[in-house]
């Protein structure tokens, strides 16, 4: 619902991808909770309910180290819109 009424406010900015990324952005577990995961071996039939990109930003998300994820947005949190970050972000290991 937040990243909606971002949405609303720079729809440019905020692509649908995104919304139901972010909705989705913990589906398969995350680092620091495994309570219930979707199993990733079944990645295809999320993206056929939310899309490939959103699909691919919800497993990312759900995929990355916390640590290296947090560096990396220090790293390049000064960037302005249209520029390419640096740097990359580690897998997580469980």
Not at 60 to 87: F, I, M, Q, W
Request: positive net charge; charged residues 25%.
């Amino acid at each position: 619902m937040v990243m909606r009424q971002w949405q609303q406010k720079d729809p440019e900015g905020i692509s649908d991808a995104a919304c139901l990324g972010g909705l989705c952005h913990s589906i398969y577990g995350t680092q620091g909770f495994q309570g219930f995961a979707f199993p990733v071996e079944q990645r295809d039939a999320l993206k056929e309910i939310i899309g490939e990109r959103a699909e691919f930003l919800a497993y990312v998300t759900c995929a990355k180290d916390s640590r290296s994820y947090s560096e990396y947005v220090r790293h390049n949190r000064h960037l302005r819109r249209g520029e390419t970050p640096t740097g990359s972000f580690a897998p997580r290991t469980n």
